[in-house]
């Protein structure tokens, strides 16, 4: 794909579709916006490559939706998609026990105020600039 597709919101609707193969040829056909794909249509879809009935369907019926909820239907559906994508679950108790041993592993004692690490500045400086 194109490094001019990167982050466009067309393609991200596309791959929330599940049609991003679709993505260089809509950007190529100058539909790079989605109000520009309010207008799409079947003579569209023909010029853009899309031949399989199943994904004209699915292209046109959120092409309707597109028209009558707006753009911001589509922002909203990518963040849904995405919070869901990003999120990972871990059982509560495998957590605390992976926390507890990260802050072991890094020096941290939570249980003294201030909290603090028995590692000096200066050390964790060097492992971060070395």
């Known amino acids: 794909m194109a490094s001019s597709t990167t982050g466009n919101i067309v393609v991200e609707w596309l791959r929330s579709l599940h ?11 100058g539909y790079d916006d989605l109000e520009i794909c309010k207008q799409v249509g ?4 023909d010029a853009i490559g899309v031949l399989n009935p199943a994904h004209r369907q699915r292209l046109l019926h959120s092409v309707r939706i597109l028209r009558e909820e ?17 999120s990972l679950k871990i059982p509560r108790i ?5 926390l507890r041993e990260r802050l072991a592993q890094d020096g941290i004692r ?12 200066y050390y964790l400086w060097q492992r971060h600039c070395f």
């Open 110 to 121: 939570l249980s003294l105020q201030p909290y603090s690490t028995t590692v000096s500045v």
């Open 19 to 29: 049609l991003g193969q679709y993505s260089e040829s809509f950007i190529d056909n």
């Open 42 to 45: 079947e003579p569209d879809l």
């Open 94 to 98: 495998q957590l605390k026990r992976l």
């Open 70 to 86: 707006g753009a911001a239907a589509v922002y909203f559906t990518l963040e849904e998609a995405g919070a869901a994508r990003d």
